[in-house]
């Protein structure tokens, strides 16, 4: 049977459009550190290229490449973890600099893909695709723990209310985030959602007080 992670994971993808705690274990990914605005053209290219190596993996029996215990799967979300350079964060006033913004960008890779497969992977993606950038992807096991989070539902520029309603969640829990930093999970396609339906799953890490 297909595993379809909007059914099989509803707990970790498909949450509430209101704060809740949750712990998120060890998950697998294709990942890229970049630093800019997202809305330049630029960022489009780190996407691209995750999504090279997610759909690679994807559709790789297909050119012969069955790894043990291969399952069939549907291509998990583009996820980002962002946060500000060191400069932003020294020099905030309050006003978010987009063009100060630090992410790393990633999509998760099923259990059955191990580091071997993931660099075997690359190299095969790297000889279809011209894209430099495939030589800033890393593989990571990234465990996030204890966490709080809620879908927001509309323009990524007014997610800061959500995370005020997270926040007081999160110390009405006797909870405390561990960092600024902070995780989303892009669940629509900007391209083809109206800003004011774009569904994105907002999440951070807590810790007691």
């Known amino acids: 049977m297909k595993h379809e992670w909007r059914k099989a994971e509803k707990n970790i993808y498909l949450t509430k459009a209101t704060p809740e705690k949750i712990t998120i274990p060890e998950f697998r990914f294709f990942t890229i550190q970049g630093e800019g605005n997202p809305n330049d053209a630029s960022f489009s290219r780190y996407i691209e290229v995750l999504y090279s190596l997610a759909y ?14 291969y399952f069939e799967y549907t291509v998990y979300p583009l996820e980002g973890v962002w946060d500000l350079n060191e400069h932003a964060k020294e020099n905030y006033t309050g006003e978010l600099d987009k063009n100060a913004l630090v992410f790393t960008l990633m999509i998760r890779q ?3 893909v191990d580091e071997s497969y993931a660099e075997m992977i690359v190299d ?13 992807v890393k593989f990571e096991s990234l465990s996030e723990g ?6 927001h539902i509309g323009p990524y520029d ?26 989303e999970i892009y669940l629509s396609d900007p391209r083809k959602v109206a800003p004011e339906k774009l569904k994105t799953v907002l999440r951070f890490m807590v810790e007691p007080r």
């Open 110 to 112: 099923p259990k059955f």
């Open 158 to 183: 007014e997610e800061p209310k959500s995370f005020k309603l997270m926040e007081a969640f999160a110390s009405k829990a006797n909870l405390k985030r561990t960092s600024k930093t902070h995780r």
């Open 124 to 136: 095969q993606v790297r000889k279809t695709k011209l894209n430099d950038l495939l030589d800033l």
């Open 146 to 151: 204890a966490c709080i989070q809620m879908l």
């Open 56 to 69: 690679a993996v994807r559709m790789s029996p297909k050119k012969g490449f069955v790894p043990e215990r």
